[in-house]
């Protein structure tokens, strides 16, 4: 279980996240979308505490931790939850210093102290899963924008998050390669991965999630099935955002 | 401090500036250098700066470098080679220290950190040495000439080196920071092991530039008499009266370290090259 309780997230005066309260089930899939500036990105960044929210509660499995404004989140707190969160970014942000592989090790061995051997099997383990096992040597730089965003899930995956968040998966890359990693998403939710995702992208939200949130001006305007919200959204402002998405309406595939 | 304290230290302050003096004179004509009488190995001194070896093949100024070389090379690699590879190590940790406490630090020490580098980069190197060689003294604070020059050395290359990390620490974008700490690591782990790393990539064409300064730069030591690689040439031109042709042979073997530096330099980026294009990995 996933339980966020009244975020407020405020950027000097500005409120980003106004009062966002979301629970969302373990081995589901959930979508965040709406326009920029909206505060999904934010909430996300929320989850694994990349941002910190200026009041609220986050419960994720067994942790819980509330913010205070006048209260400053200790360090260890702030770990023991991100530990239980992967997240995949929109420009990918592999460490280019090192092979495909040792990007997947990086976490087992720095932080979890596993042994090289034990972590190499692994990683190896995990870019078999997203297709890049054969690629498991080469370098950031010599790899198409959807073999890198693929190496960054298996990334994330590797210490087995409680949940993965995704920020913008597929914006950076062009249809084609964005439908492998779409292709690899929906084939770990399918395998009941716990998933929140940020996106613009209609036919990732669509095939992938289980449920769709829509926000807008830090607040949720509404929420249900993926379905209803891009078929028949009851909201004005739902009604006109997913209108104004150039994409076709992709749902029914 | 005891009167015998206060006196040793009046009979060094005595020594130093009757060197200083000596050193500004013995400018003029080669003839004061504060030296003991040098005796090349091979060459006798017959005055008036000739050489003449009877017999001897090559001509009279290759003679000459010939046997001042091994002085000068020992000179370089006792005194020269350890300065340079000491400090710029010391140097590069303080450097470190430096730009981590400017871009992390709480605003006081941030203060302390902006304070030395602005003196240390707004005076002279060669004022810097004898403030600490020569000055120290008067606070009862009374070091040996090497132990002096490492000082100086090392916070000179610490403030020039502070800028140059710092700038190449915040090169490395916003995000990496963001997926190290995505992957569970602290702070420490994601310096060490995600930002240093291409940091230090991005600084090896300007801190080798900082080392071959500094290569060269040791030549001050020679102001606050470490007998390093320029002094054994000026002791030597004092006994042969061959100026011209002491100071090419201390340039170029100058000009050999800093190739030897350069060509280490090449070695580096190359290897840091091998993971390509790193700016398109970011895009």
């Keep these: ?50 941002e910190i929210p200026t009041s609220g509660t986050i419960r994720l499995g067994d942790e819980r931790l509330e913010f205070t404004p006048d209260r400053k989140v200790g360090w260890q707190a702030i770990q023991k939850l991100r530990r239980q969160t992967g997240m995949v970014f929109q420009n990918f942000q592999l460490f280019p210093h090192q092979t495909a592989i040792g990007n997947v090790m990086e976490g087992l061995v720095t932080v979890l102290k596993w042994p090289a051997a ?19 040597e080469a370098w950031p730089a010599t790899l198409s924008g959807g073999q890198q965003q693929r190496v960054a899930i298996a990334r994330a995956l590797a210490p087995s ?36 995702m940020a996106t613009h992208d209609l036919r990732l939200a669509s095939r992938v999630a289980d449920h769709v949130i829509f ?26 955002f997913i209108a104004s998405l150039s994409a076709p309406m992709s749902y029914e595939i | ?12 302050l005595r020594l ?44 009279h100024w290759l003679q000459l470098m010939v046997d001042s070389l091994p002085a000068l090379l020992l000179a370089g690699l006792t005194f020269t080679v350890p300065l340079t590879l000491l400090s710029f190590t010391l140097g590069l940790l303080l450097g470190l220290v430096t730009a981590i406490v400017r871009l992390f630090a709480p ?56 800028e140059i990390i710092r700038a190449v620490i915040s090169s490395v974008p916003r995000g990496q920071w963001e997926a190290a700490y995505s992957i569970g690591m602290s702070w420490p782990q994601a310096m060490r092991r995600t930002i240093l790393p291409q940091a230090g990539r991005v600084a090896v064409p300007p801190l080798s530039n900082t080392f071959i300064s500094l290569v060269k730069d040791t030549s001050l030591a020679a102001a606050i008499t470490v007998p390093e690689l320029f002094q054994t040439a000026q002791r030597i031109v004092a006994t042969t009266y061959e100026p011209l042709i002491l100071y090419i042979e201390a340039a170029l073997i100058y000009l050999a370290m800093s190739s030897v530096l350069s060509v280490l330099q090449v070695k580096l980026e190359s290897r840091f090259a091998r993971y390509g294009g790193f700016l398109e990995a970011r895009a």
């Design chain 1, 1 to 50: 279980m996933i339980e966020l309780s009244h975020i407020v997230k405020r950027f000097g005066t500005h409120t980003v996240l106004n009062d966002i309260s979301v629970t969302l089930a373990e081995g589901t899939v959930s979508a965040l979308v709406g326009p920029s500036g909206g505060g999904k990105s934010t909430l996300l960044r929320c989850v694994n505490l990349l």
């Design chain 2, 16 to 59: 130093r500036s009757g060197h200083v003096l000596e050193q500004l004179h013995g400018n003029a004509g080669f003839t004061a250098l504060p030296i003991l009488h040098y005796e090349l190995p091979s060459v006798p001194a017959q005055g008036g700066g000739s050489h003449v070896l009877k017999g001897s093949p090559l001509p």
């Design chain 2, 107 to 162: 605003a006081p020490l941030v203060a302390i950190a902006r304070l030395y580098v602005w003196v240390i980069r707004g005076t002279p190197l060669l004022v810097q040495l004898f403030v600490i060689f020569y000055g120290l003294p008067s606070l009862g604070i009374l070091l040996d000439a090497f132990p002096a020059a490492l000082i100086g050395f090392t916070l000179n290359i610490g403030a020039y080196s502070s």
């Design chain 1, 118 to 136: 034990r972590a190499r099997a692994r990683a190896l383990e995990l870019l078999e899963k997203v297709g890049m096992a054969h690629k498991a």
């Design chain 1, 215 to 240: 926000l807008d001006g830090g607040v949720v305007v509404e929420s249900g099935p993926p379905k209803t919200i891009f078929s028949t959204p009851e909201r004005e402002r739902t009604k006109r």
């Design chain 2, 1 to 12: 401090m005891s009167a015998g304290d206060r006196n040793s230290v009046c009979e060094a």
């Design chain 1, 161 to 196: 998050p409680r949940v993965l968040l995704c920020d913008e998966p597929t914006s950076a890359l062009d249809p084609e390669l964005a439908e492998e990693v779409v292709e690899v998403l929906s084939r770990l939710a399918r395998e009941g991965t716990t998933m929140i």
